[in-house]
């Protein structure tokens, strides 16, 4: 039998009392006895029994009334219900209502012992659930955040720290590594959590219409505005918004955005009446915006507006102690979405995985995990199910810049997929507009 237990028999035959009493003294539980469900709850407010044995038919307060009561008051506490044969319909009423087992009278001690090792097994099984479930808690802080590395640690404290104020944040990190998730979780720890979050990819919407999914418009100001519709900035009032890919946005819409944060007002398309506003915003980018300052391609008036903190979110191949983690969090992700039992890893498929740099960070390494999952035929990932991964086909060194590496990543994203742009879009985790941006910025070639 398992840890000693602090045991409570409540039953209105003293027999049945006297005989549990010396049995379960005889291996050295707690052991106290009740001759009635009134006389059980005046103890139980005395001292936390862990588990009770009660009888399901007494005088005053039967054990289904009994039952009802410590579940309510003391819902940690198991409770054993003890019934005649001809009583299994109560029984089993009685499990409904939460009681963890019964025993049938007359029972003999080996029933007894069955009972006390189910009952032993559950509260490993519990105590095994807590500890997972502090585990994942920690390792999961915030909205799917999955990490415990030092790199990740010190972004999960700055989150409530910058969550306080209204202060604008700018997220700085390579493509896939997560910065709307953290942007969700500033917004979930800040006084602004029961209002609407929303997020705008910059780079996704055409300079075009930006302007008018921002700021709305009047019916009629232009084709195909048959009636009159609320901008973000409007929508969004009272919430966060989440502007991914800023240094995507024009300098014309820098200006007006500036105008926004300084005067908390917009005037929408075709309109002369200024509506308030009040967000918190929250950017998001992957290029280095000082440089692009100081080659003036970007306002320095706007990027010091929107850069109020700074939070810089580390790229994988810098917290690769996280990818086991990320590995088993999207293994029961897609093993439960694809209704396939492929629930584990060899210690050399997982050495690859950390081998590799990830250049598509945590996004990339979801695709790969999903791609493998999708085309196993078993229940355990080899290496062979990432033939597609190549660890040396690039070599990011410390003197390549960020601008370059993910230069070459995506020029091998598009080889690999012989050039088709919405299918490399897809692998890199963007949209198709935002790739034909980046394959212009940095003059891409097919190479035949």
Same mark, same amino acid.
């Given at each position: 039998m398992d840890k000693k237990m602090s045991i409570m028999v409540v039953d209105d035959e003293e027999i049945v009392r006297k005989s549990l009493f010396h049995w379960f003294k005889k291996y050295g539980h707690v052991v106290e006895t009740a001759s009635s469900g009134f006389?059980?709850?005046?103890? /139980? $407010?005395?001292?936390? @029994? =862990?588990?009770l044995f009660v009888d399901i038919k007494m005088p005053?307060?039967?054990?289904? &009334?009994?039952? &009802?009561?410590?579940?309510? $008051?003391?819902?940690?506490?198991?409770?054993?219900?003890?019934?005649?044969?001809? %009583?299994?319909? %109560?029984?089993?009423?009685a499990m409904r209502i939460g009681a963890t087992d019964y025993l049938l009278k007359p029972f003999?001690?080996? =029933?007894? %012992?069955? *009972?006390? $090792?189910?009952? %032993?097994?559950?509260?490993?099984? *519990?105590? =095994?659930?807590?500890y997972l479930k502090g585990r994942l808690d920690k390792?999961?802080? @915030?909205?799917?955040?999955i990490g415990q590395s030092p790199p990740m640690e010190a972004v999960f404290s700055l989150i409530p720290e910058v969550a306080q104020s209204d202060s604008s944040i700018l997220l700085f990190g390579e493509t896939g590594t997560g910065k709307e998730l953290v942007a969700k979780a500033i917004h979930a720890e800040s006084r602004r959590s029961h209002l609407p979050f929303i997020a705008i990819n910059c780079g996704a919407i055409p300079e075009s219409l930006l302007e008018s999914e921002l700021f709305g418009h009047q019916k009629g100001v232009f084709t195909g505005a048959t009636r009159a519709r609320k901008g973000f900035l409007e929508v969004v009032s009272g919430g966060t918004? @989440? /502007?991914? $890919?800023?240094?995507?946005?024009?300098?014309k819409m820098q200006v007006d955005l500036l105008r926004v944060l300084e005067e908390k007002k917009i005037t929408s398309i075709g309109s002369r009446e200024p509506v308030d506003v009040d967000f918190r915003l929250i950017s998001a980018t992957r290029q280095d915006l000082k440089k692009a300052v100081a080659e003036h391609n970007f306002r320095e008036d706007f990027f010091y507006r929107i850069n109020v903190i700074m939070v810089e979110i580390p790229p994988l191949r810098k917290r690769k102690e996280d990818i086991p983690l990320l590995v088993e969090h999207f293994l029961i992700k897609y093993s439960q979405e694809t209704n396939k039992k492929v629930d584990h890893i060899t210690i050399d498929a997982m050495g690859l995985l950390k081998q590799y740099d990830w250049p598509g960070n945590v996004r &990339?390494? &979801? !695709?790969?995990?999903e791609r493998a999952v999708v085309l196993s035929k078993s229940r355990t990932l080899r290496t062979e199910d990432f033939s597609f991964i190549q660890p040396y086909g690039i070599q990011f060194t410390e003197s390549l810049s960020l601008r370059e590496m993910e230069k070459e990543y995506i020029q091998k994203i598009l080889a690999e997929n012989t050039w088709n742009v919405t299918q490399s879009a897809k692998t890199l985790g963007? !949209?198709?507009?935002?790739?034909?941006?980046?394959?212009?910025?940095?003059?891409l070639k097919r190479k035949p």
């Open positions: 006389d059980a709850l005046e103890k /139980l $407010e005395k001292y936390p @029994f =862990q588990l005053g307060m039967d054990g289904i &009334e009994l039952l &009802e009561k410590v579940k309510t $008051e003391y819902p940690d506490t198991l409770v054993i219900i003890i019934t005649a044969y001809g %009583s299994i319909e %109560s029984a089993v009423k003999k001690p080996d =029933q007894l %012992s069955l *009972v006390m $090792e189910r009952i %032993s097994v559950q509260k490993r099984l *519990v105590s =095994q659930y807590n390792i999961t802080r @915030f909205d799917n955040i918004l @989440f /502007l991914d $890919e800023v240094g995507e946005i024009s300098p &990339e390494l &979801e !695709n790969a995990i963007i !949209n198709r507009v935002t790739l034909h941006k980046m394959i212009k910025r940095y003059n």
